[in-house]
């Protein structure tokens, strides 16, 4: 498959960028974060989504999504990247979505149709410590008469807050099981953790909470490979939307750099801040080609998708963190105000960055998967 | 066309047939590669018949059309023949300046005849070309060059010198940049001509660098007479070929972050330092160093691919080329620092036989050139600003 998009691909992207343009830009964005809106997110954007086919691309036809793969996925997280848009796309739709097409006939038929209108926000509950680290889980899931009793701590849980319902990976004797769980089940306790870029998360306390068999989402002890492929997508994703955040700071510092003015000179003019600009450009360009390898081995269904996944997070990653300092560097004064977008690019970055594992976790499973 | 699974499936049963045990796995040296020319070197008698058959296919341009003895495939099928050649670490048949810089300027502006004549010859690999570009007054200013042709009728006579002209002792011809109007902008005055290395008042003098190895040359041109059939492109639009051509010199040269110094770099250190008894390499801070440029080396040969895509499909900006060629020069002068970290003591051995004479260290100081030749890499971020970002004054 060629590393560009497709004509049908190229529409899906003018469309949702569009659509985010016209009914999410970054206003959406302040207006929740300075009315204190009590969930941080649109309900009524989200059915929105579900009417434009945006919230169910992964899921399905017959559950009444697009049955669409991995990169029209990673071009809505661009878009969303670019408006910094709070929105339950990457959690519900990507993450959860990708679980639930794993489990039972039943599972899939109450939730997947629900995503797909909008309607439902599913979250997926995996990290625990300040780093993620899936090989760690320690929420543990004992078999407690006809189910599981689930005990432990999840945080970063994106939308965790207002989620219909959870889903939460948990240790059991022979490997990891993923649980349904009706947030309003006995023992869980859910605190709405408000973040530097003013998206949405949680923390999520399991005490005690019960849960009957059919809560299982695949096999018990099977659940590792299951939230792997999740994980993968939802990295892949995040990487998407690091490097539309990126680009649009980028571009918004390129016309500043094309109107701001001293010493009687465009700035754009200084060679100082050209050489560095052209060097932010070819990392640009270098993140982008390895996120669309990403979504294309994912698509392909290739062995080492996951490894060119954590290539592209990691390589995303780090491109945007360079191009957020860099634009706020070369905004001067004025990058530092909180009136001017590329301060919000920066906070969203940096969220982005640590999701789902950053540089560093992606680094490691390179080096190991070559040996050293 | 072949659907691409056949296509796979027949490239992969060729190539397990056809590519010699002696012509896989990586290539060491520049000393191991193979050139072609008339007084070709083969490392072993293997990598002739490899050549050979690679080239009967047309498969050393696999992209050029079969009518001048290129492979004649698709973009998607060129693909499936480099990850099978991958797959079986084959070793490219030929390194050559003719089909990775001259030939796409002769598909582009070369008559029938040069096109007829030049290009079988190249895909062969008996033909050796060096490039006659820069001059002693004439680096990062390339259009500023001196080299005069005087008009003489039905040739000209050429005067002057080049520089840093890599190979040129061991060249067959030269694609070569002479001055045809002196009275005209410095531009429009250049004409892109060819000509024999082995004509009269030709003369080259290789130049020591500081890896102690003489891949580049001073070339003097004293009353040298090249015939007018031999100018390729418009008289005095040399400048056009020019620029064309150094946008595939520079894909080129981008292309050796790709392909890197030949084992991969996790195992070149773990070979050299060992591993710790989880199995990571015990240097933790090295380890962090390699991992890291890894993922920059992976990411670049998916930007490599992408470019590649972006030209099938008409949408690649002529500029690009300057971004791949910067990136990937530095990311190949990121890896040989690492490697010489990787090789600690070892790596800086000079003569023995044990250190290859030296070959890390000279390689690692061959990289260095990596990011003047071709444009300087500061060169490549004024095109990119300039073409790319269009920036004021730029």
New interface residues.
């Given amino acids: 498959m060629p590393l560009i998009l497709t004509e049908e691909q190229t529409m899906l992207k003018e469309a949702a960028d569009g659509f985010l343009n016209e009914h999410a830009p970054i206003a959406h964005l302040r207006k929740l974060r300075d009315s204190k809106d009590a969930d941080g997110v649109s309900r009524d954007l989200w059915r929105a989504f579900g009417e434009m086919g945006f919230a169910g691309i992964v899921i399905p036809e017959e559950h009444g999504g697009s049955g669409l793969g991995a990169v029209e996925a990673g071009v809505m997280a661009e878009a969303l990247g670019r408006t910094l848009t709070p929105s339950p796309f990457l959690g519900s739709g990507v993450l959860s979505a990708t679980v639930l097409k794993g489990g039972s006939a039943e599972q899939q038929t109450a939730w997947l149709p629900r995503i797909a209108a909008g309607e439902a926000i599913v979250s997926l509950a995996v990290d625990e410590g300040p780093k993620h680290a899936p090989a760690r889980i320690a929420t543990a899931a004992q078999r407690s008469g006809n189910g599981f009793r689930l005990n432990g701590a999840k945080g970063f849980v994106l939308d965790g807050h207002v989620a219909d319902a959870l889903i939460v990976a948990a240790r059991t004797e022979g490997g990891l099981t993923l649980f349904l769980v009706d947030p309003k089940t006995a023992g869980v306790e859910i605190e709405r953790t408000v973040m530097v870029d003013a998206h949405n998360a949680a923390r999520v306390t399991l005490t005690d909470v019960e849960v009957d068999a059919d809560a299982v989402i695949g096999a018990v002890d099977g659940g590792e490979t299951l939230l792997e492929g999740a994980l993968n997508l939802g990295r892949a994703c995040a990487a998407a939307s690091l490097n539309g955040a990126g680009d649009q700071a980028f571009q918004t510092t390129l016309d500043y750099l094309r109107t701001r003015k001293q010493f009687g000179r465009l700035i754009g003019e200084f060679q100082a801040l050209q050489h560095r600009a052209a060097h932010l450009y070819s990392e640009i360009e270098i993140a982008r080609a390895a996120v669309m390898g990403a979504l294309n081995a994912l698509d392909a269904g290739r062995e080492d998708a996951g490894l060119v996944v954590s290539v592209a997070k990691a390589k995303a990653g780090r491109v945007a963190e360079l191009a957020v300092q860099e634009a706020v560097q070369m905004h001067g004064g004025v990058g530092m105000t909180d009136e001017f977008d590329v301060g919000l690019f920066m906070k969203r970055v940096r969220v982005l960055n640590e999701l789902l594992g950053d540089a560093g976790f992606h680094q490691e499973r390179m080096a190991r998967s070559q040996g050293f | 066309m072949t659907d691409p699974e056949t296509f796979r499936a027949e490239t992969r049963a060729w190539l397990e047939a056809n590519c010699p045990a002696e012509c896989r796995g990586p290539v060491e040296s520049d000393e191991a590669r193979v050139w072609g020319g008339r007084n070709a070197v083969f490392p072993t008698p293997a990598h002739k018949v490899w050549l050979d058959r690679m080239a009967a296919r047309g498969w050393t341009a696999p992209e050029w059309p079969a009518e001048y003895g290129g492979g004649g495939l698709s973009?998607?099928q060129a693909k499936v023949l480099a990850s099978e050649m991958r797959r079986i670490q084959a070793q490219p048949p030929l390194a050559s300046f003719g089909v990775w810089m001259l030939g796409p300027a002769l598909l582009a502006f070369g008559t029938e005849e040069q096109k007829t004549r030049f290009l079988p010859e190249i895909v062969r690999g008996e033909i050796r070309w060096c490039q006659g570009y820069s001059e002693p007054g004439a680096g990062s200013d390339l259009a500023s060059i001196q080299t005069r042709a005087e008009d003489k009728g039905d040739h000209w006579i050429v005067n002057g010198q080049k520089v840093w002209t890599s190979y040129a002792d061991k060249a067959d011809w030269i694609f070569c940049l002479v001055r045809t109007d002196p009275e005209a902008p410095k531009h429009l005055g250049i004409s892109f001509v060819l000509f024999d290395m082995a004509t009269k008042g030709v003369s080259t003098r290789p130049i020591t660098l500081i890896s102690g190895k003489s891949p580049f040359c001073e070339t003097f041109f004293d009353d040298v007479r090249v015939e007018k059939e031999n100018l390729v492109g418009t008289l005095n639009r040399g400048w056009d070929v020019a620029k064309h051509l150094l946008a595939h010199e520079r894909t080129m040269i981008g292309a050796m972050g790709e392909v890197g110094g030949g084992r991969?770099l996790?195992?070149v250190?773990?070979g050299s330092i060992g591993?710790d008894d989880e199995?990571?390499?015990d240097e933790p801070m090295l380890?962090?160093r390699?991992?890291?440029l890894?993922?920059?080396a992976?990411?670049?040969r998916?930007?490599m691919?992408?470019?590649g895509?972006?030209v099938?499909?008409g949408?690649a900006h002529p500029a690009?080329a300057s971004?791949l060629k910067?990136?990937g020069s530095e990311l190949n002068k990121r890896r040989h620092e690492l490697l010489m970290a990787a090789g600690g003591s070892d790596a800086l051995e000079w003569e023995s036989e044990r250190s290859r004479h030296g070959a890390a260290a000279r390689d690692w100081l061959r990289t260095k050139a990596n990011s003047i030749e071709g444009g300087t890499s500061?060169i490549?971020?004024?095109i990119?600003?300039k073409h790319?970002?269009?920036?004021?004054?730029?």
């Fill in positions: 973009r998607e991969p996790g195992q250190a773990t591993l199995g990571r390499l380890r962090a390699i991992a890291e890894e993922v920059d992976a990411a670049f998916l930007a691919e992408r470019t895509d972006q099938k499909a949408q690009i971004m910067y990136y500061e490549q971020l004024n990119i600003a790319l970002l269009q920036l004021p004054g730029a």
